[in-house]
């Protein structure tokens, strides 16, 4: 175990490959919440409570003697929620949505560690170049829309639809990298030696 061991409250084999690309050894805690949104709840309080419950339920079965991390993201089209499609043609419909137009990609992150916790919302702007519906059908046919919020992933096969980007690259695969390591330094978790 190194110094900079911690748990990450998430499946998500993105945010796994980004911290351990910043030199964190990761362990994976996650814990199932429901992830129903509020009548009328908006994106940015919503993808907040998302993040925190998922740590506050990891925490009760962790504890704190690591650094406990959780994130969630969401897509937000017109102050809509974009959630993860259910079947190829919810993500169809998804798609046909963002084409064209400018949607917004909201990540919260939860740092627990040692009795602090410290939450931040990092949002970016996504503009998505105007897709054809061959487009479109080639890229459900391919899988990747399926565990994705807004049905793509920027990383991915997606990121081909993306003419313009104003935010956080890392933030919309889904663990924003500055405020992730601001958050950690805030609860006195350790940081890579260049932060």
């Given at each position: 175990m190194?110094?900079?061991?911690?748990?990450l409250a998430?499946?998500?084999?993105?945010?796994?490959e980004?911290?351990e690309?910043?030199?964190y050894?990761v362990?994976?805690?996650a814990?199932?919440?429901d992830?129903t949104p509020?009548?009328?709840?908006?994106?940015e309080?919503y993808?907040l409570?998302?993040a925190q419950q998922?740590?506050?339920?990891a925490?009760?079965v962790?504890?704190?003697?690591?650094p406990?991390?959780?994130?969630?993201?969401?897509v937000?089209?017109?102050?809509?929620i974009?959630?993860?499609p259910e079947s190829?043609?919810?993500?169809?419909s998804?798609?046909?949505?963002l084409s064209?137009r400018?949607h917004?990609?909201?990540?919260a992150?939860?740092?627990h560690y040692?009795?602090?916790?410290?939450s931040?919302?990092?949002?970016?702007?996504?503009?998505?170049?105007?897709?054809s519906?061959?487009?479109i059908?080639r890229?459900?046919?391919?899988?990747?829309?399926?565990?994705?919020?807004?049905?793509?992933?920027?990383?991915g096969?997606?990121?081909?639809?993306v003419?313009?980007?104003?935010g956080?690259f890392t933030?919309?695969?889904?663990?924003?990298?500055?405020?992730?390591?601001?958050l950690?330094?805030h609860?006195?978790?350790?940081v890579?030696?260049?932060a």
């Amino acid at each position: 175990m190194t110094d900079r061991t911690l748990i990450l409250a998430s499946a998500s084999p993105r945010r796994r490959e980004i911290l351990e690309n910043l030199g964190y050894a990761v362990r994976t805690g996650a814990v199932p919440i429901d992830e129903t949104p509020l009548a009328a709840e908006a994106a940015e309080p919503y993808v907040l409570r998302m993040a925190q419950q998922k740590n506050r339920a990891a925490l009760a079965v962790h504890g704190d003697s690591l650094p406990l991390l959780s994130a969630d993201t969401t897509v937000a089209l017109d102050g809509r929620i974009l959630g993860k499609p259910e079947s190829a043609d919810h993500a169809r419909s998804m798609l046909r949505a963002l084409s064209g137009r400018s949607h917004q990609v909201l990540t919260a992150v939860c740092v627990h560690y040692q009795g602090r916790e410290h939450s931040i919302v990092q949002s970016s702007d996504v503009r998505f170049k105007a897709l054809s519906d061959s487009e479109i059908e080639r890229y459900i046919a391919g899988g990747e829309p399926m565990d994705k919020a807004g049905a793509y992933g920027i990383q991915g096969a997606g990121g081909i639809f993306v003419s313009h980007l104003a935010g956080s690259f890392t933030g919309v695969m889904g663990l924003p990298v500055y405020e992730t390591v601001r958050l950690l330094q805030h609860c006195g978790a350790a940081v890579p030696p260049f932060a």
